[in-house]
T-cell receptor
Framework: AQSVTQLGSHVSVSEGALVLLRCNYSSSVPPYLFWYVQYPNQGLQLLLKYTSAATLVKGINGFEAEFKKSETSFHLTKPSAHMSDAAEYFC???????????FGKGTKLSVIP | NAGVTQTPKFQVLKTGQSMTLQCAQDMNHNSMYWYRQDPGMGLRLIYYSASEGTTDKGEVPNGYNVSRLNKREFSLRLESAAPSQTSVYFCASNGAGVGYTFGSGTRLTVV
């Protein structure tokens, strides 16, 4: 079975500060990992994905994430937060050949002017 | 625009009523999914369809049924709605290796 743990249900950062959203996964086989963003009253939009190629993955809107097998982590970062980054972020895991994508419980990011 | 279309966007039901949530995708994806989103719970998989003609249970299937009508359409039915089914429902589709594409959701309230 696969699972994802997102540390911190709510994170606040100042505009211009580093954004770090934490995600740890559990998987008995090599995982595929995703980060999604959800703006209020909208669906989920794919930010980036890791599918066993480069361990540092760059996504949209300046976000990136690094796959660290030794730490079973896939943390999301952005060097400088913008007000428009305020949203809820979900980490998700699956594996090759699986039809099930398992989500974490989400982290709501607030950006303080 | 290409994507996943869900209808309706909002619905209020009385306990015991039935309804069907509709989902269609125009990306020629093989697999389709229904998730529910509840505060603090993330998204939980209700049912999925790996390909046209097949459906399988996910994490929380009780109280729901699904139909994969064709490659484009995947519907979710609540036969006898309960207040515990108050949630936001998302349909998604997936093409091999491209990641899941989500619809904009259906907000369902059961009173």
């Amino acid at each position: 079975a696969q699972s994802v743990t997102q540390l911190g249900s709510h994170v606040s950062v100042s505009e211009g500060a580093l954004v770090l959203l934490r995600c740890n996964y559990s998987s008995s086989v090599p995982p595929y990992l995703f980060w999604y963003v959800q703006y209020p009253n909208q669906g989920l939009q794919l930010l980036l994905k890791y599918t066993s190629a480069a361990t540092l993955v760059k996504g949209i809107n300046g976000f990136e994430a690094e796959f660290k097998k030794s730490e079973t982590s896939f943390h999301l970062t952005k060097p400088s937060a913008h007000m428009s980054d305020a949203a809820e972020y979900f980490c998700a895991v699956t594996r090759a050949g699986s039809y099930q994508l398992t989500f974490g419980k989400g982290t709501k990011l607030s950006v303080i002017p | 625009n290409a994507g996943v279309t869900q209808t309706p966007k909002f619905q209020v039901l009385k306990t015991g009523q039935s309804m069907t949530l509709q989902c269609a995708q125009d990306m020629n994806h093989n697999s389709m999914y229904w998730y529910r989103q509840d505060p603090g719970m993330g998204l939980r998989l209700i049912y999925y369809s790996a390909s046209e003609g097949t459906t399988d249970k996910g994490e929380v299937p009780n109280g729901y049924n699904v139909s994969r009508l064709n490659k484009r359409e995947f519907s979710l039915r609540l036969e006898s709605a309960a207040p515990s089914q108050t949630s936001v429902y998302f349909c998604a589709s997936n093409g091999a290796g491209v990641g899941y594409t989500f619809g904009s959701g259906t907000r369902l309230t059961v009173v």
